[in-house]
């Protein structure tokens, strides 16, 4: 069976560098067959791992030993980290490797760090490069000074940048991230140059190679741009995003943004990278919108529809109508939910599905806390309809009565006044469940309606509901320009005299 690594060099020699179906045969040697579905696929073949992976001992400590060697630099000449006393100080954390192996790696680190700071000047085409990082900002979120995570991309020719805030670096927030770059761009450009970031590489190898994560290949393959990973430690290789992490935190986020949510942030980070198009950067000859516009025609177009940006997995319902992510809780509809669902993890938010349905039955934003409940009260209406006597100790009521509005109380010590006897609390539920489709300011002002029209009642609630939605009559002017004998009829003053006269017989 095909690796997701071929599907993505035919798809790349048939799309991009224009190859025949039949030259690709001859090239890799499948059926035609093969070569043709693939290159028409905008999926990757399944397979599975038929060996497990091999273990590396000194993987884990790779990063380890590179900073013991970095370290040389302010240490005495005759007092730095030798291989020998690397290999002891690692073998004390666990490592159970050959000191042999060891070495070897210290000479390849050490190699590196040799090289001369001395850096070439480049220049880009149009088009053809673009550079990704990751920084940190803080803002004020809800009330709270948070720290977020910024994403950036920058293309090379025409400088212009885009910047997206995330809560974390997972990999379902690289992906989104980019195709808002690519979007913001109107296209992709085709080479994107990284650091070895763990949701895109899997093991660093020798020189320029690397493991990359399947995922990573899936999505490569989909939008057919080329990926090129940095020296680690080289940041120079992608100086000009790396300049651009700063720069953007200095002249976006300060003073630090006070926003309500993630999507008001980004919106107001948007509005900033359009202005910065208005920006000339030093030995350009236009500003970044100029260049830009004419870089945006060498971009490989977007395709049809968006990559979906999330993370799949297959989850098990709990006894109280809840399943389980990462160490979080959250909620379904108690009258639709089955014994196994499909979430979708995004950035965001959090999508579940029932087995084989293409909507969801559940939305949540998502939460990036630990061992939290994630409740939607409207969830769990349909089970309290059944059971109306664990109204007031049903937690995802108690978390919303919190923050409901007064006139809520206000209609549910009525409608208990009313029935004492339990179908107070069972109407009040349904007026709730008209939650599903009016609004909260909808049914807040319907409800303030039925009260004061002394039909506080689910069919009352309904009534102003449908009155809220049906816009108040107008009529249209009546046009007499064909009559003028009747124009200012009904304009002129009352003269109550005519009444007395015509009460009395008179003319």
């Given at each position: 069976?095909?690796?997701?690594k071929?599907?993505?060099?035919?798809?790349?020699a048939?799309?991009?560098?224009?190859?025949?179906?039949?030259?690709i045969?001859?090239?890799?040697g499948?059926?035609?067959r093969?070569?043709?579905?693939?290159?028409?696929?905008?999926?990757?073949?399944?397979?599975?791992?038929?060996?497990?992976?091999?273990?590396?001992k000194?993987?884990?400590?790779?990063?380890?030993?590179?900073?013991?060697?970095?370290?040389?630099?302010?240490?005495?000449?005759?007092?730095?980290?030798?291989?020998?006393?690397?290999y002891?100080?690692?073998?004390?954390?666990?490592?159970?490797?050959?000191?042999?192996?060891?070495?070897h790696?210290?000479?390849?680190?050490?190699?590196?760090?040799?090289?001369?700071?001395?850096?070439?000047?480049?220049?880009?085409d149009?088009?053809?490069?673009?550079?990704?990082d990751?920084?940190?900002?803080?803002?004020?979120?809800?009330?709270?000074?948070?720290?977020?995570q910024?994403?950036l991309?920058?293309?090379s020719?025409?400088?212009?940048?885009?910047?997206?805030?995330?809560?974390?670096?997972?990999?379902?927030a690289?992906?989104?991230?980019?195709?808002?770059?690519?979007?913001?761009f109107?296209?992709?450009?085709?080479?994107?140059?990284?650091d070895?970031?763990?949701t895109?590489?899997?093991?660093i190898?020798?020189?320029r190679?690397?493991v990359?994560?399947?995922?990573?290949f899936?999505?490569?393959?989909?939008?057919?741009f080329?990926s090129?990973f940095?020296?680690?430690?080289?940041?120079n290789?992608?100086?000009?995003?790396?300049?651009?992490?700063?720069?953007?935190?200095?002249?976006?986020l300060v003073?630090?943004?006070?926003?309500?949510?993630f999507?008001?942030?980004?919106?107001?980070?948007?509005?900033?990278?359009?202005?910065?198009?208005?920006?000339?950067?030093?030995?350009?000859?236009?500003?970044?919108?100029?260049?830009?516009?004419?870089e945006?025609?060498?971009?490989?177009p977007?395709p049809?529809?968006?990559?979906?940006?999330?993370?799949?997995?297959t989850?098990?319902?709990?006894?109280?109508?809840?399943?389980?992510?990462?160490?979080?809780?959250?909620?379904?509809?108690?009258?639709?939910?089955?014994?196994?669902?499909?979430?979708?993890?995004?950035?965001?938010?959090?999508?579940?599905?029932?087995?084989?349905?293409?909507e969801p039955?559940?939305?949540?934003?998502r939460?990036?806390?630990?061992h939290q409940?994630?409740?939607?009260?409207?969830?769990?209406?349909?089970?309290?309809?059944?059971?109306?006597g664990?109204?007031?100790?049903?937690?995802?009521?108690?978390?919303?009565?919190?923050?409901?509005?007064s006139v809520?109380e206000?209609?549910?010590?009525?409608?208990?006044?009313k029935?004492?006897?339990?179908?107070?609390?069972?109407?009040?539920?349904?007026?709730?469940?008209?939650?599903?489709?009016?609004?909260?300011?909808?049914?807040?002002?319907?409800?303030?309606?039925?009260?004061?029209?002394?039909?506080?009642?689910?069919?009352?609630?309904?009534?102003?509901?449908t009155?809220l939605r049906?816009?108040?009559?107008?009529?249209?002017?009546?046009?007499?320009?064909?009559?003028?004998?009747?124009?200012?009829?009904?304009?002129?003053?009352?003269?109550?005299?005519?009444?007395?006269?015509?009460?009395?017989?008179?003319?």
């Open positions: 069976m095909l690796t997701v071929e599907w993505e060099q035919i798809r790349r048939y799309h991009v560098e224009d190859k025949s179906l039949r030259e045969v001859r090239q890799t499948r059926a035609f093969t070569v043709k579905k693939m290159a028409e696929s905008e999926e990757p073949p399944r397979y599975r791992r038929q060996e497990s992976p091999q273990a590396h000194l993987g884990p400590y790779k990063e380890r030993i590179q900073e013991l060697l970095a370290q040389n630099q302010q240490l005495p000449r005759k007092q730095r980290w030798t291989a020998p006393s690397i002891r100080q690692i073998q004390a954390d666990g490592y159970a490797g050959a000191e042999s192996t060891v070495r790696y210290v000479g390849q680190v050490r190699k590196l760090l040799k090289q001369p700071a001395v850096y070439l000047p480049l220049t880009f149009p088009g053809g490069d673009a550079q990704m990751w920084g940190e900002g803080d803002v004020i979120l809800g009330g709270q000074q948070v720290t977020v910024l994403f991309m920058k293309l020719y025409s400088r212009r940048t885009f910047m997206m805030a995330f809560s974390g670096q997972k990999q379902e690289l992906f989104a991230g980019h195709v808002a770059a690519f979007d913001f109107g296209g992709v450009p085709q080479r994107i140059s990284y070895n970031l763990k895109a590489v899997k093991e190898l020798q020189g190679h690397r990359e994560q399947e995922a990573f899936h999505f490569r393959g989909y939008y057919l080329e090129h940095c020296t680690p430690g080289a940041g290789e992608k100086g000009q995003v790396e300049h651009s992490v700063g720069f953007n935190r200095r002249n976006f003073p630090l943004p006070e926003v309500a949510s999507a008001e942030l980004n919106d107001y980070l948007l509005r900033r990278c359009l202005a910065d198009d208005e920006r000339q950067v030093d030995g350009q000859p236009n500003s970044i919108g100029q260049m830009w516009q004419e945006r025609g060498w971009l490989r977007l049809a529809r968006p990559f979906d940006c999330c993370r799949t997995t989850v098990t319902l709990n006894g109280y109508s809840q399943v389980q992510l990462e160490t979080n809780r959250y909620s379904v509809p108690s009258d639709l939910a089955c014994r196994e669902l499909t979430a979708k993890l995004y950035p965001f938010e959090v999508k579940l599905y029932r087995p084989g349905e293409s039955i559940a939305v949540h934003p939460c990036y806390d630990k409940e994630i409740l939607d009260p409207l969830h769990y209406l349909s089970l309290l309809a059944q059971r109306p664990a109204f007031d100790h049903a937690k995802p009521v108690r978390q919303w009565r919190a923050a409901w509005p809520y206000t209609l549910l010590a009525e409608l208990r006044d029935w004492p006897d339990g179908r107070g609390v069972r109407e009040f539920i349904a007026i709730l469940q008209l939650h599903r489709d009016h609004s909260q300011a909808e049914m807040e002002q319907a409800i303030g309606a039925a009260l004061a029209h002394h039909c506080a009642h689910a069919d009352g609630v309904r009534l102003w509901l009155q049906q816009p108040s009559p107008t009529f249209p002017t009546l046009d007499l320009t064909d009559r003028p004998r009747l124009t200012g009829i009904g304009e002129q003053a009352v003269q109550a005299g005519t009444y007395d006269a015509l009460l009395g017989g008179g003319q």
